[in-house]
């Protein structure tokens, strides 16, 4: 690459591993999962590949990789692992894992001074909640948790640690999210939170399960019996105790940190950040002028923030990049989807389960899906290039009906395999959203759940949660024009502007190439999947 283009790379080291390559004109990202196939998967080599092919260049084209990581301190630049890739150290950089971050919340808003504040279940340093003022000019840290109080009295550890008690991996708070509307918080126990000035002090002295267990014995409260998954009361209440407490501590926190910088915008960042119902009571405060959240707020972002990071230590330029659409994997020609439709082994094809199917190309594929949908199919949705956050967003989608629960059940049934207590999510055209939903900011990332307006509810009845709240995807045309040109074809036949829209998975990471596509379409039960503008229909 010529010397007077920058190409910064980015890598975490972590769970969720992943890579990213930015230059002055492309962003590509990509989680390491994706490609192994291994759920939260550590790891980036796969990764840096695939951004490195996507972008036509060679690692000697690099100019800058940053690196990040978890654990005491960040990763020097022996344990990136890069040595025996003949990287130069001279070209390696480590980034706080709490900073990285902060540079997905601010670079990607749309807002030139912020409040940064960053939550998760732990980074380096002790680190789980620190919070930044963030202008054109950088992100100056002002303060987080003390140093010697345990990562288990965090926000973020304390949630997995009572994810791990319901028995689910700690990477599965939004269980315990879905979960907890169910349930009664039990206003009669005791806080789990103190926030003084911008400053968390938890009630856990243990991290993951063990950590509820001595906090039940301690305080003599019953959280009931481990590993209960939604199917005890005890442990459904501790859910909404749970929710109940971090939403509390989430909004005195925010309050806290822009008093503390004077700065009413709001970005948030970390795992936390994916908690949606927490996200929309935080945004209403009367102190949060405006709220950002990045898609890939969690781990999954990592990758992006180092890159980002490395640019400004590269360039001397703070980049600015408002984001309105996740969209950071690569397109793939029609010859790549026919390579996969016909078999051939270079599309990588691995069919777990082998069945016969037909496919044809499509003069409109979105009206096409949006009929089928209309007619009670459940449908597999592969346009562009993939999301790097954990919610689908149109590009690797599964999309239903959302009139009915007939539709939702079925989901559960026969092709996710779901706890029956999660919800599913509505896509609506963001033309529309303020009418279907008590919302008026955009929500393009599903990162908010407002409440669905009472005379809409019985419309959507398969997205409408038990607590009549909604996790939604407003759909701009411009940002992501085949996704919404279903919506506004579906909105024609139905007189509804919402879609049900979930991930292309079936208990795996979501798909990326168009052959994991065709083999979750095999190894499920979808009635019919769009890949580009090819129909697939089981024969």
Known sequence: MSKDIPCVVGLNLGHDGGAALI?????????????????YSPGWEAALLYCLRTAGLRLDDIDLVAVSGIGHHPPTRAETGLAHLGVDTAR????DHHLSHGYTAYCLS?????????????GNNNDTETYYAATAEGIARLGGNPPGRPRAGGIGATYEAFTNHLGWHEQEA?????????????????????????????????????????????????????DSRGDHPLGINAAAYVQNQTERALCALAEQAIAATGMGNLCLAGGVALNCVAADKIRRLDAVAGYFAPPASSDR???????????????????RRPLHHDYFGRTYTDTEIEQALTRDPRSGLVERRRTSFRWRRESDIAATAAQMIADGKIIGWFQGGAELGPRALGGRSILADPR???????????IKHREPFRPFAPAVLASHAHDWF???????????????????????????????TARVQTVDPPAAPAFATLIERFHEITGVPVV??????????????????????????LDAACIGGFLVERA
């Not at 950590?211 to 301690?218: D, F, I, K, P, S």
């Not at 007939?406 to 049934?413: C, F, W």
């Open 92 to 95: 390696i950089v480590s980034v």
């Open 500 to 525: 049900l829209n979930t991930s292309f998975n079936d208990r795996e990471p979501i798909v990326e190439t168009p052959a994991h596509a065709l083999a979750t379409f095999q190894a499920c039960d």
């Open 110 to 122: 749309p807002y030139e001074t912020a409040t940064v504040l960053v939550v998760d279940g732990g």
């Open 301 to 319: 972002g990592q990758a992006l923030g180092c890159a980002l990071y490395g640019w400004h230590q590269l360039t001397g330029d703070l980049p």
């Open 174 to 226: 939004g269980k315990t999210m879905a979960l907890a509307s169910y349930g009664d918080p039990a206003d009669h126990w005791a806080p789990l939170f103190e926030v003084t000035g911008a400053t968390v002090h938890g009630s856990l002295t243990r991290t993951h399960a063990p950590g509820v267990a001595e906090l039940a014995e301690r305080t003599g409260y019953d959280f009931g019996p481990p």
């Open 23 to 39: 230059t002055d004109t492309t962003m590509i990202a990509i989680g390491e999962e994706r490609l192994n196939r291994t759920r």
């Open 404 to 414: 009915t629960t007939i539709s939702s059940d079925a989901l559960n049934r026969r």
């Open 438 to 468: 008590d919302l008026d900011v955009p929500s393009p990332f599903m990162l908010l759940a407002p409440p669905v307006r009472p005379e809409n509810a019985d419309k959507i009845a398969s997205v409408v949660h038990v607590d009549q």
